[in-house]
Protein backbone atom coordinates (compact mmCIF):
# COMPACT_ATOMS: atom_id res chain seq x y z
CA UNK A 1 0.00 0.00 0.00
CA UNK A 2 1.58 2.93 -1.26
CA UNK A 3 1.03 6.49 0.79
CA UNK A 4 1.14 10.05 -0.16
CA UNK A 5 1.00 12.43 2.85
CA UNK A 6 0.27 16.18 2.00
CA UNK A 7 0.04 19.30 3.79
CA UNK A 8 -1.85 21.79 3.00
CA UNK A 9 -0.50 25.31 4.36
CA UNK A 10 -1.92 28.49 3.64
CA UNK A 11 -0.69 31.96 4.32
CA UNK A 12 -3.65 34.23 5.08
CA UNK A 13 -5.30 33.25 8.47
CA UNK A 14 -7.88 35.26 10.16
CA UNK A 15 -6.25 34.54 13.89
CA UNK A 16 -2.80 34.35 12.70
CA UNK A 17 -1.91 35.50 9.54
CA UNK A 18 1.78 33.73 8.30
CA UNK A 19 1.23 30.89 10.84
CA UNK A 20 3.15 27.88 8.68
CA UNK A 21 6.34 30.39 8.64
CA UNK A 22 5.84 30.97 12.43
CA UNK A 23 9.38 30.11 13.98
CA UNK A 24 9.27 27.43 16.66
CA UNK A 25 13.16 27.18 18.28
CA UNK A 26 15.45 27.29 15.12
CA UNK A 27 12.60 26.11 12.99
CA UNK A 28 9.16 27.05 10.93
CA UNK A 29 6.70 25.58 12.18
CA UNK A 30 5.87 24.01 8.52
CA UNK A 31 9.03 22.47 8.61
CA UNK A 32 8.49 20.89 12.03
CA UNK A 33 5.52 19.33 10.74
CA UNK A 34 6.75 18.31 7.64
CA UNK A 35 9.72 16.36 9.21
CA UNK A 36 7.07 14.96 11.86
CA UNK A 37 5.29 13.67 8.43
CA UNK A 38 8.26 12.83 6.90
CA UNK A 39 8.98 9.64 9.82
CA UNK A 40 5.76 8.34 8.94
CA UNK A 41 6.12 8.23 4.80
CA UNK A 42 8.16 8.52 2.70
CA UNK A 43 6.69 10.33 0.20
CA UNK A 44 5.33 14.10 1.75
CA UNK A 45 4.55 17.32 0.49
CA UNK A 46 3.11 20.54 1.27
CA UNK A 47 0.35 22.10 -0.67
CA UNK A 48 0.27 25.72 -0.65
CA UNK A 49 -0.96 28.76 -2.93
CA UNK A 50 1.54 31.25 -1.07
CA UNK A 51 5.52 31.67 -2.58
CA UNK A 52 6.61 32.45 0.86
CA UNK A 53 6.03 29.25 1.85
CA UNK A 54 6.53 27.01 -0.93
CA UNK A 55 9.93 28.83 -1.05
CA UNK A 56 10.73 27.99 2.65
CA UNK A 57 9.60 24.68 1.95
CA UNK A 58 12.32 24.39 -0.19
CA UNK A 59 14.83 25.85 1.48
CA UNK A 60 14.87 23.11 4.14
CA UNK A 61 14.63 20.45 0.94
CA UNK A 62 11.45 19.82 1.42
CA UNK A 63 9.01 18.97 -1.39
CA UNK A 64 6.02 21.42 -2.09
CA UNK A 65 3.56 21.52 -4.72
CA UNK A 66 1.49 24.93 -5.62
CA UNK A 67 -2.20 25.40 -5.81
CA UNK A 68 -4.74 27.15 -6.30
CA UNK A 69 -5.93 29.99 -4.46
CA UNK A 70 -10.26 29.26 -4.61
CA UNK A 71 -9.96 26.53 -2.41
CA UNK A 72 -12.15 26.46 0.15
CA UNK A 73 -11.20 23.66 2.44
CA UNK A 74 -7.71 21.73 2.93
CA UNK A 75 -9.26 18.53 1.69
CA UNK A 76 -10.07 20.31 -1.63
CA UNK A 77 -5.99 21.51 -1.37
CA UNK A 78 -5.38 18.27 -0.79
CA UNK A 79 -7.04 16.49 -3.47
CA UNK A 80 -5.24 18.78 -6.37
CA UNK A 81 -1.73 18.63 -4.57
CA UNK A 82 -2.13 14.61 -4.82
CA UNK A 83 -3.21 15.04 -8.19
CA UNK A 84 0.07 17.41 -9.42
CA UNK A 85 2.02 14.80 -7.19
CA UNK A 86 1.38 11.80 -8.77
CA UNK A 87 1.81 13.88 -12.13
CA UNK A 88 4.80 15.33 -11.23
CA UNK A 89 6.56 12.27 -9.58
CA UNK A 90 4.83 9.52 -12.31
CA UNK A 91 3.99 7.45 -9.00
CA UNK A 92 0.59 6.49 -8.10
CA UNK A 93 -0.80 6.32 -4.43
CA UNK A 94 -3.78 4.13 -2.77
CA UNK A 95 -3.88 6.21 0.07
CA UNK A 96 -3.57 10.54 0.60
CA UNK A 97 -3.48 11.24 4.29
CA UNK A 98 -3.92 15.02 5.14
CA UNK A 99 -1.64 16.11 7.90
CA UNK A 100 -2.67 19.54 9.67
CA UNK A 101 -0.13 21.98 8.74
CA UNK A 102 -0.54 23.61 12.22
CA UNK A 103 0.30 20.72 14.29
CA UNK A 104 4.35 20.74 14.80
CA UNK A 105 4.71 18.37 17.54
CA UNK A 106 2.00 15.12 15.66
CA UNK A 107 3.46 11.87 16.58
CA UNK A 108 4.04 9.47 13.19
CA UNK A 109 2.84 6.31 15.08
CA UNK A 110 -0.46 8.39 14.77
CA UNK A 111 -0.22 9.24 11.26
CA UNK A 112 0.86 5.25 11.06
CA UNK A 113 -2.08 4.31 12.60
CA UNK A 114 -4.38 6.07 10.79
CA UNK A 115 -2.81 4.86 7.38
CA UNK A 116 -2.87 1.65 8.61
CA UNK A 117 -7.02 1.38 8.86
CA UNK A 118 -7.13 1.13 5.00
CA UNK A 119 -5.44 -2.53 5.11
CA UNK A 120 -8.92 -3.57 5.13
CA UNK A 121 -10.42 -2.92 1.59
CA UNK A 122 -13.77 -1.43 2.54
CA UNK A 123 -12.26 1.44 4.18
CA UNK A 124 -12.91 4.85 2.11
CA UNK A 125 -12.10 7.63 4.63
CA UNK A 126 -10.72 7.74 8.04
CA UNK A 127 -10.09 9.52 10.59
CA UNK A 128 -8.69 9.77 14.42
CA UNK A 129 -10.70 9.98 17.97
CA UNK A 130 -9.76 10.88 21.44
CA UNK A 131 -12.13 10.25 24.29
CA UNK A 132 -13.27 13.17 26.07
CA UNK A 133 -12.37 13.40 29.88
CA UNK A 134 -13.79 16.65 31.19
CA UNK A 135 -16.85 18.98 31.21
CA UNK A 136 -15.02 22.24 29.57
CA UNK A 137 -14.01 20.21 26.67
CA UNK A 138 -17.28 18.35 25.59
CA UNK A 139 -19.31 21.28 25.72
CA UNK A 140 -16.37 23.42 23.67
CA UNK A 141 -18.21 23.89 20.75
CA UNK A 142 -14.47 24.83 18.86
CA UNK A 143 -14.26 20.65 20.23
CA UNK A 144 -16.16 18.60 17.55
CA UNK A 145 -17.63 15.67 18.96
CA UNK A 146 -18.07 12.46 16.93
CA UNK A 147 -20.31 9.45 17.46
CA UNK A 148 -19.61 6.06 15.94
CA UNK A 149 -21.52 2.58 15.32
CA UNK A 150 -20.21 -0.72 17.07
CA UNK A 151 -17.99 -1.02 13.62
CA UNK A 152 -16.33 2.22 14.75
CA UNK A 153 -17.91 4.13 11.68
CA UNK A 154 -18.53 7.51 12.40
CA UNK A 155 -22.24 8.41 12.15
CA UNK A 156 -22.21 12.15 12.72
CA UNK A 157 -20.05 15.12 13.69
CA UNK A 158 -21.56 17.61 15.89
CA UNK A 159 -20.05 20.51 17.90
CA UNK A 160 -22.81 19.93 20.43
CA UNK A 161 -22.28 16.94 23.00
CA UNK A 162 -24.16 13.95 21.28
CA UNK A 163 -25.71 12.11 22.41
CA UNK A 164 -27.94 14.35 24.82
CA UNK A 165 -28.31 12.37 27.98
CA UNK A 166 -31.81 12.29 28.48
CA UNK A 167 -32.46 13.44 32.62
CA UNK A 168 -29.10 13.87 34.10
CA UNK A 169 -27.39 16.79 34.91
CA UNK A 170 -25.09 17.81 32.46
CA UNK A 171 -22.03 18.10 34.76
CA UNK A 172 -22.56 14.46 35.29
CA UNK A 173 -22.73 13.82 31.48
CA UNK A 174 -19.11 12.93 30.61
CA UNK A 175 -19.19 10.27 33.73
CA UNK A 176 -22.65 8.35 32.26
CA UNK A 177 -21.53 7.96 28.53
CA UNK A 178 -18.09 7.67 26.77
CA UNK A 179 -17.95 11.13 24.23
CA UNK A 180 -15.20 11.50 21.87
CA UNK A 181 -13.34 14.22 20.35
CA UNK A 182 -12.16 14.61 17.07
CA UNK A 183 -8.87 14.69 16.21
CA UNK A 184 -8.54 16.64 12.34
CA UNK A 185 -6.32 14.83 10.40
CA UNK A 186 -7.97 12.94 7.56
CA UNK A 187 -6.81 9.53 5.38
CA UNK A 188 -8.61 8.74 2.06
CA UNK A 189 -8.34 6.37 -0.64
CA UNK A 190 -6.90 8.58 -3.48
CA UNK A 191 -9.91 8.26 -5.80
CA UNK A 192 -12.55 8.25 -3.41
CA UNK A 193 -10.51 12.01 -2.16
CA UNK A 194 -11.32 13.26 -6.21
CA UNK A 195 -14.66 12.10 -5.93
CA UNK A 196 -15.69 13.39 -2.59
CA UNK A 197 -14.42 17.26 -3.41
CA UNK A 198 -16.69 17.21 -6.63
CA UNK A 199 -19.66 16.81 -4.24
CA UNK A 200 -21.97 19.77 -3.67
CA UNK A 201 -22.01 21.63 -0.16
CA UNK A 202 -24.72 20.05 2.60
CA UNK A 203 -26.78 21.09 4.65
CA UNK A 204 -25.47 19.09 7.53
CA UNK A 205 -22.16 20.61 6.81
CA UNK A 206 -23.59 23.96 5.87
CA UNK A 207 -24.94 23.76 9.43
CA UNK A 208 -22.46 22.28 11.62
CA UNK A 209 -19.95 24.09 9.30
CA UNK A 210 -18.29 20.50 9.22
CA UNK A 211 -16.79 19.36 5.55
CA UNK A 212 -16.96 15.55 7.31
CA UNK A 213 -20.54 15.57 7.45
CA UNK A 214 -21.35 16.24 3.68
CA UNK A 215 -19.34 13.41 2.71
CA UNK A 216 -21.44 11.03 5.37
CA UNK A 217 -24.98 12.60 4.30
CA UNK A 218 -23.71 11.54 0.36
CA UNK A 219 -23.00 8.12 1.93
CA UNK A 220 -19.82 8.13 2.18
CA UNK A 221 -18.49 5.91 5.01
CA UNK A 222 -15.50 7.25 7.26
CA UNK A 223 -13.77 4.94 9.70
CA UNK A 224 -12.74 6.10 13.17
CA UNK A 225 -9.69 4.96 14.53
CA UNK A 226 -9.09 5.77 18.32
CA UNK A 227 -5.71 7.17 19.80
CA UNK A 228 -4.80 8.08 23.72
CA UNK A 229 -2.74 11.32 22.29
CA UNK A 230 -3.39 14.74 21.04
CA UNK A 231 -0.56 16.85 19.28
CA UNK A 232 -0.72 20.78 20.40
CA UNK A 233 -2.39 22.90 17.78
CA UNK A 234 -1.58 26.69 16.93
CA UNK A 235 -4.51 28.55 16.43
CA UNK A 236 -3.21 31.86 17.57
CA UNK A 237 -0.17 33.59 18.67
CA UNK A 238 -0.66 32.99 22.47
CA UNK A 239 -1.05 29.59 21.04
CA UNK A 240 2.01 29.46 19.52
CA UNK A 241 3.80 31.34 23.11
CA UNK A 242 2.32 28.47 25.09
CA UNK A 243 4.20 26.06 23.24
CA UNK A 244 7.37 27.79 23.55
CA UNK A 245 7.26 27.72 26.81
CA UNK A 246 6.10 24.45 27.63
CA UNK A 247 7.98 22.28 24.35
CA UNK A 248 11.44 24.04 24.85
CA UNK A 249 12.17 23.05 20.88
CA UNK A 250 15.78 23.35 19.76
Known sequence: MKVLGIIPARFQSSRFPGKPLAMIGSKAMIQRVYEQASKAFDDVAVATDDDRIFQKVISFNGKAVMTSESHQSGTDRTAEAALTYQLNTKKTFDVVVNIQGDEPFIRPQQLQQLAATFEDPSVQIATLV????????????????????????ALYFSRFPIPFMRGADKKDWVKKHTYFKHIGVYAYRYSVLQEITKLPQSSLELSEKLEQNRWLENGYKIKVSETDFQSLAVDTPEDLEKIIATMNPD
Open 130 to 153: KKIETEEELFNENAVKVVKNAQNG
